[in-house]
């Protein structure tokens, strides 16, 4: 598109305006603009529109450089911005990483929610002990000795349970 002022040049600013609810458009080539007083938006304000690209493409080669899952290409930062992790395997590959805040957020880093039905025995009764031990380091924070007591025995049994299930 050529400019509408001198007609010699291809425009590159494009202005519009709306005057008593009329729309008007003019397209100028960069020297007309400026000798119209539309200079560049970027210049005036001391804006370097190649050093904005230029950190673009440095924050790309960071991205690059960064260490990724091996499965789904995600990356720790990427996981931290979003909260959302890419797949299973990035727990794996993001262990030490994770691991704070995965603390931080349930408590614990082993699973303690509901098992299938399916499950073993054996998964069930470490489960129970986990559980135990668990109550057991509560009671003793709260000096419910008699309670902890009690656990304590129950936990001792149920790790029978396991040693007598293995050998069976």
């Known amino acids: 598109m050529l400019c509408q002022s001198c007609e010699k040049r291809q425009a590159t600013t494009h202005i519009k305006t709306i005057l008593n609810g009329e729309l008007k458009e003019i397209n100028l080539c960069p020297e007309c603009a400026a000798k119209l007083g539309y200079g560049s938006f970027f210049t005036d304000f001391g804006f370097d529109i ?13 991205h690059k450089k960064a260490k990724r899952c091996n499965f789904c290409g995600s990356s720790f930062d990427e996981i ?3 909260g959302k992790v890419g797949c299973a395997h990035c727990y794996e590959e993001f262990y030490d990483e994770l691991l704070p805040s995965i603390q931080r957020i349930h408590g614990r880093t082993n699973h303690t ?17 986990a559980k135990c ?5 509560q009671a003793i924070k709260t000096q419910e000795f008699e309670k902890a007591a009690e656990l304590r025995d129950k936990i001792k049994e149920l790790e029978k349970n396991i040693g007598t299930a293995r050998q069976v």
């Open 133 to 137: 031990k668990y109550e057991l380091e």
């Open 50 to 62: 190649d050093k904005l690209f230029g950190s673009f493409m440095d924050s790309a080669d960071i």
């Open 113 to 129: 929610g509901k098992l299938a039905r399916s499950a073993g025995t054996e998964v069930k009764v470490k489960n129970e002990i």
């Open 80 to 82: 931290a911005k979003s």
